[in-house]
């Protein structure tokens, strides 16, 4: 099959490319439900909301307590000026669209990084960045906001990356739930498209353009109409 369909399932890919700013956690999100829902003021709210209910918590052990007077001292947990947020906003931010998050070491995860290729996804941090490693269908891509493109990831090395991110620092976040089906999907299963990595790889089954037009028309139109929002 030619590059052509590759190019064109990246090209559907919604891709957050970060610039001068510190919004990747606001990238991560969005790429990761391939629609640009979440923004800046949303996930502030969120973190101010998480903020009040710790204080509350803290409260309740005691105005004189020390984790009460460091919550008071130290400005919010879950936000800081540059744009950054915590693990628990971008938890409850998902939890909108029915998704959980799971520290990749925790016994819940199971086999989510010697087995990562039967998950949907992962949530990747180090310091204040955020990213996220997704399936479409049944090819994996890296939707580092960093990188000037998608890129795709093999099957075999997909596991093999997780373990490396977690050996340089990082924290990995298994998702659980439903992702939203996107074009991007509808490409990948028409192309039959599997751990194919950017060093090449076959397809097979490209089908008519026509037809993937009238395909991608009707998702964006299903697309429109529906989505959960966050109040």
Same mark, same amino acid.
């Given at each position: 099959m030619?590059?052509?369909?590759?190019?064109?399932?990246?090209?559907?890919?919604?891709?957050?490319?970060?610039e001068?700013?510190?919004?990747?956690?606001q990238h991560?999100?969005?790429a990761?439900?391939?629609?640009?829902?979440?923004?800046a003021v949303?996930l502030a709210?969120?973190?101010t909301?998480?903020?009040?209910?710790?204080?509350?918590?803290?409260?309740?052990?005691?105005? @004189?307590s %020390?984790?009460?007077?460091? #919550?008071? +001292?130290?400005?919010?947990?879950?936000?800081?000026?540059?744009? !950054?947020?915590s693990?628990?906003v971008i938890?409850?931010?998902l939890?909108?669209?029915?998704?959980n998050?799971?520290?990749?070491?925790?016994?819940?995860?199971?086999?989510a990084?010697s087995?990562s290729?039967?998950e949907i996804a992962?949530i990747c941090?180090f310091?204040?960045?955020?990213?996220?490693i997704?399936?479409f269908?049944?090819?994996?891509?890296?939707?580092n906001?960093?990188?000037?493109r998608?890129?795709?990831?093999s099957?075999?090395?997909l596991s093999i990356?997780?373990?490396q991110?977690?050996?340089?620092?990082?924290s990995?976040f298994?998702?659980? @739930?439903e %992702?939203p089906?996107?074009? #991007?999907d +509808?490409?990948?299963?028409?192309?039959?498209?599997?751990s194919? !990595?950017d060093?090449?790889?076959?397809?097979?089954?490209e089908?008519d353009?026509d037809?993937?037009?009238?395909?991608?028309?009707?998702?964006?139109?299903?697309?429109?109409?529906?989505g959960?929002?966050?109040?």
């Amino acid at each position: 099959m030619t590059e052509s369909a590759v190019s064109e399932f990246i090209d559907r890919i919604c891709h957050y490319r970060q610039e001068d700013d510190n919004m990747c956690a606001q990238h991560c999100l969005n790429a990761l439900i391939q629609q640009p829902h979440f923004h800046a003021v949303m996930l502030a709210e969120i973190a101010t909301e998480l903020d009040v209910q710790e204080r509350e918590t803290y409260l309740v052990a005691g105005a @004189g307590s %020390l984790d009460y007077l460091k #919550a008071m +001292q130290g400005g919010s947990n879950n936000m800081d000026d540059s744009g !950054s947020f915590s693990i628990q906003v971008i938890t409850k931010a998902l939890n909108h669209f029915k998704l959980n998050v799971i520290p990749i070491s925790s016994k819940d995860a199971g086999t989510a990084l010697s087995d990562s290729v039967k998950e949907i996804a992962f949530i990747c941090n180090f310091q204040s960045h955020w990213f996220t490693i997704r399936r479409f269908t049944e090819q994996w891509v890296d939707l580092n906001s960093q990188l000037k493109r998608p890129s795709l990831i093999s099957d075999t090395y997909l596991s093999i990356y997780l373990t490396q991110l977690v050996q340089e620092g990082y924290s990995i976040f298994v998702v659980k @739930g439903e %992702l939203p089906f996107c074009i #991007a999907d +509808q490409l990948s299963a028409a192309y039959q498209l599997k751990s194919m !990595s950017d060093n090449g790889g076959e397809i097979i089954n490209e089908i008519d353009k026509d037809e993937m037009r009238q395909i991608e028309e009707a998702i964006f139109n299903s697309m429109q109409s529906q989505g959960p929002t966050i109040n």
